[in-house]
């Protein structure tokens, strides 16, 4: 114990995490991701049983925009962020990162169709090719658990501003030992069919059950918020949907003193 608090061997849990799934991660995530862009969307809404919007725009509500920041959505995707931000607080500079190539260009047209501006980088998010102090607010949505987070979490950190506000949202592992046995079996159904209806690629295929142990052996909402801490953080707070299953965490940059 230290201070009252559980201490998490965070370091030792992303070598696990790493050594997993590096293979997945390395090789074959990019031809998943080429497959799902142009449908990745409409299957996020089947998945969900239609709660996609809601799990959205409960993410957006806890995102604090103050007029003229400049953002950052980290592994963007398809905007759908970048775009709600911008439907929020019109004046924003807004910046996307992925890796994903077809992803950015599925984002890029859907920001283009209703009159906003994202200016896209592609490329590794463990290395963020922004210089320090940059950003007013950085988000990362629904990618976690592809990534090194701790790494990512301590880059998204050296770009943002002091008193700069961090906004993550993912999918992560209920407390509940029968919740969690509940949300696997709910995903792994799931997967099949949404790969059935949208007629997923061979690479999307052999990933179905990479996304359920990669959720696994993730973050509980209670961990995130002390590896947040962990890596220097502060004002950390978080909020749950669904038993746990989907979790929403704030947390701010240290102002200089």
């Known amino acids: 114990m230290a201070n009252g608090q559980h201490v998490i061997p965070f370091t030792a849990r992303e070598e696990d995490r790493e050594y997993r799934f590096k293979q997945v991660w390395t090789n074959e995530l990019d031809d998943v991701f080429a497959d799902v862009a142009k449908y990745y969307d409409r299957a996020n809404h089947v998945a969900s049983l239609g709660l996609w919007n809601w799990f959205r725009n409960s993410f957006l509500a806890t995102i604090d925009l103050q007029p003229k920041q400049r953002a950052l959505d980290v592994c963007a995707g398809t905007n759908a962020i970048g775009i709600a931000m911008l439907r929020k607080q019109p004046d924003l500079e807004v910046w996307a990162m992925d890796r994903s190539e077809a992803m950015q260009e599925v984002g890029g047209k859907l920001a283009a169709k209703q009159g906003f501006k994202i200016k896209s980088v592609i490329g590794d998010v463990h290395t963020l090719p922004f210089p320090d102090n940059h950003f007013d607010v950085v988000t990362l949505q629904y990618a ?21 506000h961090f906004y993550h949202c993912d999918m992560l ?14 995903l792994r159904a799931c997967l099949s069919f949404t790969a059935l209806i949208f007629r997923s690629s ?12 990669a959720l696994r052996m993730f973050y509980s909402a209670d961990e995130f918020s002390h590896l947040l801490r962990d890596v220097g953080f502060q004002n950390v707070s978080s909020k749950t949907l ?16």
């Open 242 to 257: 669904l038993y746990g299953m989907v979790g929403f965490h704030k947390a701010v940059k240290e102002e200089k003193s």
């Open 202 to 213: 061979p690479a999307a295929l052999n990933c179905r059950e990479y996304f359920i142990n």
């Open 173 to 186: 592992r209920p407390d509940n030992k029968v919740v969690e046995w509940l949300y696997y079996t709910y």
């Open 144 to 164: 976690s658990r592809h990534l090194r987070i701790m790494d990512v979490c301590k880059e998204v950190k050296r770009v943002l501003k002091p008193g700069g």
